[in-house]
């Protein structure tokens, strides 16, 4: 263990904790355990006699986690399961190991520091690698499926809807052109393509032209709005009485729906936010970590038996 880097500094881990305050005995579910950070600081707060579930859909990831955090939870006198899977199925995780609600919801939606740095997962083009992009290697579908079958206006709509990138018309035709003469098939190729489709507007745009286009694939290939979507619709049933939820996101199309999920539970009467803007990182974790310069962090309380489940709370 000690032999093997962490790879993944956790972000706004000190905020969650004090939002969401996990307490002795309490159920947490962490629908997103990555490397085990936020697990290694929640588990001891549970002590003694709490149950910490973690989720993810990266198998090594989540064995690292489990290795981690294992010494950590059995000092702790704390219940330690790790799933594999997507925390679209929360609910399904909590039925199968006959848990009733949990205490604490945790869903970190940026991906570990060691995927974004391993070029073969071709999440980056800072380095050149397979356009692959899954975070689950086992799933069926990569980026370089997409890039090279989609029509040209379904990936023009895909790169438009999922990366909000404005000349994605443009770019899909670039790609089009390409793919035509030879696949395309590393993180270098195609983010020269976008930067070629760009032109002279390259130099005038402050973020790499390839940005949001990688961005688009990245969530297709997942589905992340889609489980996103499913787990803010099963947080009526996934919250025990009193239980708290935090959700951190990296972009407005994460952030959106779940400012619009956590208003519209406490219009319908069973939540309260604990946030009424986000909570961001503060200079000095900036400083230490920038990757967490775009994390926003909105949390709610679920209320009690008294304020009902909306209709259709079960979710997906």
């Known amino acids: 263990m000690d032999a093997e880097p962490v790879g993944h500094i956790p972000v706004l881990a000190e905020p969650a904790a004090r939002l969401l305050a996990p307490a002795p005995g309490e159920v947490v579910l962490d629908c997103t355990a990555g490397r085990g950070g936020h697990a290694a600081l929640l588990i001891p707060r549970l002590s003694p006699g709490g149950t910490y579930i973690a989720i993810d859909l990266d198998r090594d990831n989540l064995a690292f986690a489990r290795q981690r955090c294992e010494p950590i939870a059995a000092e702790a006198g704390v219940t330690l399961h790790t799933v594999h899977g997507s925390f679209a199925g929360a609910r399904s ?135 996103l979507d499913r787990l803010l619709g099963q947080l009526p049933v996934l919250l025990a009485d009193g239980g708290r939820a935090g959700i951190i996101s990296f972009h407005s199309l994460e952030d959106r729906p779940v400012k619009r999920a956590f208003l519209q539970a406490q219009q319908d009467g069973w939540a309260e936010r604990l946030t009424r803007k ?39």
Request: net charge neutral.
């Open 278 to 316: 986000p909570v961001v990182a503060d200079d000095a974790e900036v400083a230490a970590n920038p990757r967490s310069r775009s994390a926003k962090l909105r949390a709610i309380r679920r209320l009690g038996r008294d304020n009902p489940d909306p209709p259709g709370g079960a979710g997906g």
């Open 93 to 227: 995780v909590l039925d199968e190991l006959e848990l009733n609600r949990a205490d604490v919801l945790l869903a970190d939606l940026g991906f570990a520091s060691n995927q974004v740095d391993d070029p073969g997962r071709g999440l980056s083009f800072r380095q050149d690698g397979p356009l692959d992009m899954r975070l689950d290697p086992a799933g069926a579908v990569t980026a370089e499926d997409l890039v090279n079958t989609l029509p040209e206006r379904e990936l023009a709509d895909v790169i438009y809807r999922f990366g909000e990138e404005r000349l994605s018309r443009r770019i899909a035709r670039k790609i089009m052109e390409e793919r035509s003469r030879k696949p395309i098939s590393t993180t270098f190729g195609l983010a020269e393509l976008c930067r070629r489709a760009y032109g002279p507007k390259a130099r005038g745009s402050r973020i790499d032209p390839a940005t949001r286009t990688f961005q688009a694939l990245r969530i297709a290939v997942n589905g992340e709005l889609d489980a």
